[in-house]
């Protein structure tokens, strides 16, 4: 039972790089999100996808960019990493209708130097 | 703009208490309710939900409940255990993709 997975797990990243955070699920759930959590602060929606082929943006969405290329993938990418982008990123999915409850992976710990 | 709000941010109990955790927002107007246990280090595991038409949820030791005219939600835990120490976070729906998270109660349990 994998569920939610995020690769990789750590990251550290000079400012300036890109790299791509990936988010697989075996549940066949149409839903799938990118949220941030950082200290002090509830998650925060970055992006959200309600299906293969589109995306949308949440609440944060600026500095980041996705891709759902395939139901069961969902893609983070930060194209020119900032420091502010620290973060703990979490993927979750759903089922429809909203309102279903989401599934978490484990995270992903992004520092930024 | 909906405001999420979870008091106490730390609480520390000894093993058997029953407990009761809170969650306050501000806007009524929601879908439904949501707690999660965060473990450290872990992704959020769901624990219970409540559609906007109910008033409780219960699973095992747990029991939520909701009054949205007042804009509450209480999550209560009965005797608690050791393995009950986590973070617990509420998060309430808004709209289809507008889930706003609460910051979150650090439970620990004392044996």
């Known amino acids: 039972n994998a569920g939610v997975t995020q690769t990789p797990k750590f990251r550290v990243l000079k400012t300036g790089q890109s790299m791509t955070l990936l988010c697989a699920q075996d549940?066949?759930?149409?839903?799938m999100y990118w949220y941030r959590q950082d200290p002090g602060m509830g998650l925060r929606l970055i992006h959200y996808?309600?299906?293969?082929?589109?995306?949308a943006k949440g609440e944060v969405p600026d500095g980041y960019n996705v891709s759902r290329l395939k139901k069961q993938n969902f893609l983070l990418g930060l194209e020119s990493a900032a420091p502010s982008q620290t973060s703990v990123y979490f993927c979750?999915?759903?089922?429809?209708?909203?309102?279903?409850?989401?599934?978490f992976g484990d995270g992903t710990r992004l520092s930024i130097l | 703009k909906q405001e999420v709000t979870q008091i106490p941010a730390a609480l520390s109990v000894p093993e058997g208490e029953n407990l009761v955790l809170n969650c306050s927002f501000t806007?009524?107007?929601?879908?439904?309710l949501q707690w999660f246990r965060q473990d450290p280090g872990k992704g959020l595991t769901s624990l219970l939900l409540?559609?906007?038409?109910?008033r409780e949820q219960t699973s095992g030791r747990l029991n939520a409940s909701l009054d949205k005219s007042s804009g509450r939600s209480t999550l209560y835990i009965a005797a608690s255990q050791p393995g009950d120490s986590a973070t617990y976070l509420c998060?309430?729906?808004?709209?289809?993709?507008?889930?706003?998270f609460g910051t979150g109660t650090k439970l620990q349990v004392i044996p």
């Open positions: 979750a999915s759903s089922s429809p209708p909203w309102g279903q409850p989401q599934h």
């Open positions: 549940m066949n759930h149409e839903y």
């Open positions: 996808s309600v299906g293969e082929g589109t995306t």
């Open positions: 806007d009524s107007a929601i879908y439904n």
């Open positions: 409540i559609q906007s038409s109910q």
């Open positions: 998060a309430v729906r808004g709209g289809y993709q507008k889930v706003t």
